[in-house]
């Protein structure tokens, strides 16, 4: 007999797409945030959590998501020495900033809601030498976005060539934006892929890296057109 569960459509309420960041990010799905090593993608992200925590307007735009709880699954910066001291330059409200360091699973949650969770990088905790496919990790993480409610805004540099599993990785984002360097310390922020809203209605936004006391902070949005 077969197990399979059919849903009729006419018994599905339409509802409109809800955004963290219109346009960008959406609540409740898998956005990928792609580029290069070393051009920023973990400040701006950090960025994005610390007006997430406060209920700050989103850059140039006038959604306001929160004041909300964010998770952060960071395997590569030091908590004491980077993380903290990026958000405090971003004035986030450090008592809605939880960091995780384990497999990322949706029973994380029971203790708080979060409106944003990030992973950086997706490669610390993408297995790509086991028998789970990328497909299967990111359906895993889509999961999760939809039980949550969350944004899931997920860090990761893309080989444009020569791997199968960057491919299933940003086929599987609903949304992907890519950050690329028109400068010394300016980024460009794209939106290069969405299942979501047609390209065009999109611009692309303009960012700066700084350093302030060695702390590097995000800066200066404009528009990039």
Known sequence: MSSAVWTKLSDVAAEPVKWLWEGRIPLGKVTLLDGEPGLGKSMMALEIAARVSRGATMPLSKDRAG??????????????????????????????????????????????????????PLSAYLCLHCDVPPRKIMKDLAYLAKTTHAAVLVLQYLPKTGTSWAGEIYDAARSVLAVTSIGHNRRRLSLTKSNLVPLAEVRPLVFQIESNDGVGNVSGWSDGV
């Open 67 to 120: 004041p909300a709880d964010v998770a952060i699954f960071n395997d590569d910066d030091s908590l004491a020495d980077t993380i903290r001291p990026r958000l405090e330059a971003e004035g986030a409200d450090l008592s809605r900033i939880h960091s995780f360091n384990q497999t990322i699973k949706a029973t994380d949650f029971t203790s708080f809601e979060p409106g944003l969770i990030i992973i950086d």
